[in-house]
């Protein structure tokens, strides 16, 4: 059972214009949530984290906006820049517990 | 600080085969977690260890098992290959179970 679903494969967006990448969820248990980042040949690299407490996280460029009655969540890049070129995951998990759930991933390309 | 590390590289079995891949965690972290990523979808949770103890398991039948040593490294064993268990495997370390977790390279896997 997929219970995060990134439903969009691929993003590409202009250098210096705004990327969001979005994520769904099914389980409403779930309330610890991160977006990770992989380039090629490396593993994921921890991004940003909120937990269901709050509706906002924001990091320099990156800012994650959690909608928990839509159990929706989604990452603001902005500006974005050609070195954010990666593949996004969003993942979920209850706190702890150490089962954290993944999405499929989004492909993010950012055009110089 | 040394980052987590995986070993091997890639490699190749036949169905049927064993296989152990091997994990080194960062320094200082206690805590390892495994995945496994098939293609086009996200990392699956398989099992963590904490302190040399299975601390949680997903969904991967018992032919799928774990060792942590008291240097907190750690190994995965999978016997009986299937074909389905071509995937990239990653290891996670973390400085305790919950806490943000630093991914390795992975080991991509490939039973034929």
């Known amino acids: 059972d997929q219970q995060v679903k990134q439903n969009s494969p691929s993003l590409s967006v202009q250098e210096g214009r705004i990327s969001i990448l979005n994520c769904d969820y099914t389980?409403?248990?779930?309330?610890?949530f991160l977006w990770y980042k992989k380039y090629p040949a490396e593993g994921p690299t921890f991004l940003i984290s909120?937990?269901?407490?709050?509706d906002k996280n924001e990091d320099g460029r990156f800012t994650v906006f959690l909608n928990k009655s839509a159990k929706h969540l989604s990452l603001h890049i902005v500006p974005s820049q050609p070195g954010d070129s990666a593949v996004y995951f969003c993942a979920a998990s209850e706190r702890n517990n150490n089962d954290m759930r993944f999405g499929a991933g989004t492909r993010l390309t950012v055009k110089p | 600080e040394t980052g987590v590390t995986q070993s091997p590289t890639h490699l190749i079995k036949t169905r049927g085969q064993q296989v152990t891949l091997r994990c080194s965690s960062q320094?200082?972290?206690?805590?390892v977690s495994w995945y496994q990523q098939a293609l086009g979808q996200g990392p699956q949770f398989i099992f963590q260890y904490y302190r040399e103890e299975e601390n949680g398991r997903g969904n991967f039948p018992p032919r799928f098992s774990g060792l942590q040593f008291p240097n907190y490294s750690s190994e995965l064993n999978v016997n009986a290959l299937e074909l389905d268990d071509s995937a990239l495997y990653l290891c996670?370390?973390?400085?305790?179970?919950?806490?943000?977790?630093?991914f390795g390279p992975g080991t991509r896997l490939t039973v034929t």
């Open positions: 320094s200082g972290h206690n805590t």
């Open positions: 389980n409403s248990m779930f309330d610890y």
């Open positions: 996670a370390s973390s400085l305790a179970s919950g806490s943000e977790q630093y």
């Open positions: 909120i937990s269901s407490i709050k």
